[in-house]
């Protein structure tokens, strides 16, 4: 972080002012108290996504909350109102997205079925979202950034004049990028970077130095009266293994202080609380991802790379830590941070977040996928085949055995592009290697994978 880190610490996620901030894991609300306040609050919540994974996660007893397959990804109309412009408020229901700002198909949804969305000011998300704008939000906290040019729409100069010879690489960034990551991409040298302007023109582009090192992701949610802190993870990121394009998200595997360099969790924890109070000053209200740099070439420092002003895939790795750290998982928490004018009283936790991971396994090319896996618990057998789902049911994912694995499928039977989400794999362990950057994927771990892509019927 920048030189304004000492005061960052000092107003900083619990744990920092105690002087004990590498026991401190996780900030949050105790889980009885935020539930029995969420039976006062709300009669039904609907999670609008394309799988319940995040839902099952929860992982408390809840009647009130539902899963509905609602998403932009999943390539469905949005739903149509019904007569009239909304429909009648159902009591104290509520829906919340996953990424809200992506397409109408929420917005729809709510007034269809009487639901009020709980989702952050869309001006202040869009702002956040914004891979130029969220540039100044990470200055006003105090995030150092990677050195960076933006190149304009129109009236560009060559692409030579935008590449600096004394960078290594550096990487292009659509502002408005996607949800699959597939508006970042790899240039090494000019010829490269004509050839990228040249495929998007007519807009705005982040032009940054490449840098070395771990890519992290700090959740939080950003209430009233404070910014709460979350889990910190490993971003695994365009891993070849997986189908995955050079920037696209593969996954994600939960850490603790002692998996990072000395300091690096600490510091991690308090550019997302800082980036929160910006946020929070500016009217924005729920849960938020920052993605970071854990970078030794810039001696241990934090170097913000972009603010995910939603709910992430790693969410769902969060809340199965928060559940068991006795806190309240990080979609009631939203819920709550939507509601109220100040959150509950905070609780830190000390407890050793577990090694929870996931992995995203994408098309290598288009095809048509004539049949999905069913969501479920997953067996891999000493002969490599995935075998499942468990007639049983599944288990909390903390629960599941050194062989077993959750499925949740992320496409729809039908046509797939090459790049798109097939299913969600999910583990009770670490499932690649920490040090690096772009770890490669052990023997098991590729198993995983051809067992999901093969149950994808001409689809990988």
């Known amino acids: 972080m920048a030189s304004s880190y000492g005061a960052d610490v ?39 996504d394309r799988s319940a994974f995040l839902s099952a996660s929860f992982g408390h007893p809840a009647p009130w909350l539902r899963h509905v397959a609602v998403s932009p990804l999943l390539r469905t109309a949005a739903p149509q109102p019904r007569r009239g412009d909304r429909a009648r408020p159902a009591g104290r229901a509520f829906a919340v997205a996953f990424a809200p700002e992506h397409g109408d198909h929420a917005v729809r949804w709510a007034r269809a079925h009487g639901h009020r969305l709980l989702a952050p000011d869309p001006a202040v998300t869009a702002r956040a979202a914004d891979k130029i704008e969220a540039l100044g939000l990470l200055r006003a906290a105090g995030v150092a950034v990677p050195e960076h040019v933006v190149v304009p729409a129109r009236d560009r100069a060559d692409a030579a004049a935008y590449w600096r010879a004394d960078w290594p690489a550096a990487v292009l960034q659509r502002r408005e990028n996607n949800l699959l990551g597939q508006g970042t991409v790899r240039v090494d040298d000019a010829r490269a970077l004509d050839a990228a302007l040249r495929a998007w023109p007519g807009r705005a582009l982040r ?188 288990v909390p994912l903390p629960r599941l055995g050194a062989d077993e694995a959750l499925w949740w499928p992320h496409a729809a039977p039908g046509r797939v592009a090459a790049g798109d989400e097939l299913v969600l794999m999910q583990f009770p362990a670490h499932r690649c290697a920490l040090t690096a950057a772009r770890p490669a994927l052990d023997p098991a771990t590729l198993a995983w994978r051809a067992g999901a892509a093969s149950a994808w019927e001409g689809a990988a």
């Open 207 to 394: 032009l940054s130095r490449l840098v070395s090192g771990r890519s992290l992701t700090v959740s939080a949610c950003v209430g009233g009266d404070r910014t709460v802190v979350g889990a910190v993870s490993q971003q695994l990121v365009g891993l070849p293994g997986l189908g995955a394009g050079w920037g696209t998200h593969c996954g994600n595997q939960l850490l603790d202080p002692a998996d990072l360099l000395p300091g690096a969790y600490l510091r991690a924890r308090a550019a997302a609380h800082s980036v929160g109070e910006v946020l929070r000053a500016q009217g924005y209200r729920g849960v938020f991802g920052l993605d970071l740099l854990e970078s030794p070439e810039a001696g241990g420092e934090m170097l913000g790379v972009e603010i995910n002003p939603r709910f992430q895939t790693v969410s769902s790795l969060g809340q199965a830590a928060e559940h068991a750290a006795g806190l309240l998982p990080a979609l009631g928490l939203h819920v709550l941070a939507c509601l109220l004018p100040e959150l509950p009283r905070g609780r830190a936790s000390t407890t050793r977040v577990p090694p929870l991971s996931q992995l995203v396994v994408h098309a290598e090319r288009a095809g048509h996928a004539r049949a999905v896996p069913a969501a479920g618990r997953y067996r891999l057998g000493a002969d490599g085949v995935a075998h499942g789902p468990d007639p049983a049911g599944p």
């Open 10 to 48: 000092a107003a900083g996620p619990a744990g920092a002012r105690d002087g004990l901030p590498d026991e401190v894991r996780l900030d949050g609300v105790d889980a009885d108290e935020g539930l029995a306040l969420l039976g006062e609050l709300v009669d039904r919540v609907a999670w609008l």
